[in-house]
Nanobody, 115 residues
Framework: QVRLVESGGGLVQPGGSLRLSCAAS????????MSWYRQAPGKQRDLVAT???????NYADSVKGRFTISRDNAKNTVYLQMNSLKPEDTAVYYC?????????WGQGTQVTVSS
């Protein structure tokens, strides 16, 4: 059974940091591109960051220089380190795994940036 379980969300003040984790199981994690998406209320789900199987990373312009995506294939886990958080980063953050036509989503974790 495929599972992607996100954790680490919560309430943080502007300028603060959070680290999201996504624990994967039920598939060959190291073969999959892993991404983080986010969806704010009333908005579409947008790509935040991707890490490829060889560790190459890509980021949305809105988070470049503030967020870092990484993966640990030994732990079947992908991370999103979020620094200098802004109120506009408030959203539900989703983990996503893709390998050709195989695509899996996590259930999401809420991140709220507010004073």
């Amino acid at each position: 059974q495929v599972r992607l379980v996100e954790s680490g969300g919560g309430l943080v003040q502007p300028g603060g940091s959070l680290r999201l984790s996504c624990a994967a199981s039920g598939f060959t994690f190291s073969s999959y591109y892993m991404s983080w998406y986010r969806q704010a209320p009333g908005k579409q789900r947008d790509l935040v960051a991707t890490v490829s199987t060889d560790g190459t990373t890509n980021y949305a312009d809105s988070v470049k220089g503030r967020f870092t995506i990484s993966r640990d294939n030994a732990k079947n886990t992908v991370y999103l380190q979020m620094n200098s958080l802004k109120p506009e980063d408030t959203a539900v953050y989703y983990c996503f795994a893709v390998y050709y036509r195989r695509r899996y989503w996590g259930q999401g974790t809420q991140v709220t940036v507010s004073s």
